[in-house]
């Protein structure tokens, strides 16, 4: 059985795959470090739990309890938010794999911490299985120099400073769904609580909304969205870095416009006019850059919906698409994420490989 992690600065998202690649239990713990939620299969039940390894030791013992012994995985996989330009596939991980993830913390200092914390809690609970890891930068690695360049001095580019994009496992899973139904040029839509759109010409990543860090793109969450240069910095000597950083990504985009909530369901049922406005910024952010990829496309074949919102909030959908009818009557897909099921997949095909 190959066990999935999807590690987060507070919480992990497993799922449990059989040979076959079929599902047979997930799980999540929400709230690492402090009082916080377990959810295993239909099972939930409030835990405490004071770091990662703490947290993957109570859902290893669900496992158990639930008939699934830690003899049964044979393998571990884990999503990974940045590669950065070096980890541009998918990889077993050794110890050159994990200096190289950690060598990217200043790129994504929310996320691969956290990745690298999951890792070291399979190492120690289940210290003899080979564990590999994917990228979400990695589906947009091939993107041309034109859409991953800033326009900034070399000394600049050297260091890294780029596009890189995000959210690439949940692009790659919906290319593989579509299957035959993938069309040349699909306009991609992951809507939860980050926000991205992708251009896929052929099945691969030609340009994306978001960029070095996962900030830029449409009104997100609690992330500003695109916002500009000269604004940050003026945030960040009034308020000083860490609060700026914190602000800009943990207390803006729909919670910051309403002063309320984040949640998108919420906010629909809301008549406030603060909470329609951030309603009505969200769509128009997602169409705006919409239309930008659009035009990377030179023409869209279908649209498709993914993630959180884009799933599950049809009103959402049917605001952004009825913006978008300029682009004809296209085909629609709703498409489950499936970012644990992807990366299952990457890690067996590295075992058959091998």
Not at 151 to 176: D, T
Not at 188 to 199: R, T, Y
Request: aromatic share 4%; hydrophobic share 45%.
């Amino acid at each position: 059985m190959f066990l999935a992690l999807n590690t987060g600065s507070s919480s992990i998202k497993i799922a449990v795959f059989d040979a076959a690649l079929d599902l047979v239990v997930e799980g999540n713990i929400a709230g690492v470090g402090t009082e916080g939620k377990l959810t295993l299969g239909e099972h939930k039940e409030n835990v405490t739990t004071a770091d990662h390894n703490e947290a993957l030791d109570c859902l290893l013992d669900g496992l158990v309890e639930r008939g699934i012994t830690l003899d049964q995985i044979s393998a571990a996989a884990h999503r990974v938010v940045h590669g950065g330009r070096r980890l541009t596939e998918p990889t077993r991980i050794t110890d050159e794999t994990l200096e190289q993830i950690a060598a990217m913390i200043p790129l994504a200092p929310l996320h691969n911490p956290a990745a690298l914390a999951g890792m070291a809690a399979v190492s120690k609970h289940l210290p003899d299985i080979p564990q590999f890891a994917s990228f979400d930068t990695a589906f947009h690695a091939g993107q041309p120099a034109l859409a991953t360049t800033y326009a900034l001095p070399l000394a600049q580019r050297e260091k890294g400073i780029r596009r890189y994009g995000f959210h690439g496992l949940s692009y790659a899973g919906m290319v593989r769904q579509l299957g035959d139904q993938l069309p040349s040029r699909l306009l991609a839509l992951h809507l939860g609580a980050g926000v991205s759109l992708c251009a896929i010409k052929d099945g691969k990543s030609i340009a994306t909304s978001m960029g070095y860090s996962p900030l830029s793109g449409p009104t997100m969450a609690t992330r500003t969205g695109d916002i500009d240069g000269m604004a940050i910095l003026r945030i960040a000597k009034e308020e000083g870095f860490e609060k700026a950083a914190h602000l800009l990504n943990k207390e803006s985009g729909l919670l910051g416009l309403s002063g309320t909530t984040a949640d998108m369901r919420t906010l629909l049922d809301d008549p406030s006019d603060e909470a329609q406005f951030a309603v009505d910024h969200f769509v128009y952010t997602v169409v705006h850059q919409a239309g930008g990829l659009a035009a990377a496309l030179e023409g869209v074949d279908a649209i498709a919906f993914t993630g959180g919102i884009g799933e599950n909030s049809a009103p959402i959908r049917e605001r952004i698409l009825a913006r978008l009818a300029w682009l004809g009557d296209v085909p629609v897909h709703v498409v489950p994420a499936d970012e644990e099921r992807q990366i299952a997949i990457d890690a067996s095909a590295l075992m058959e490989k091998k």
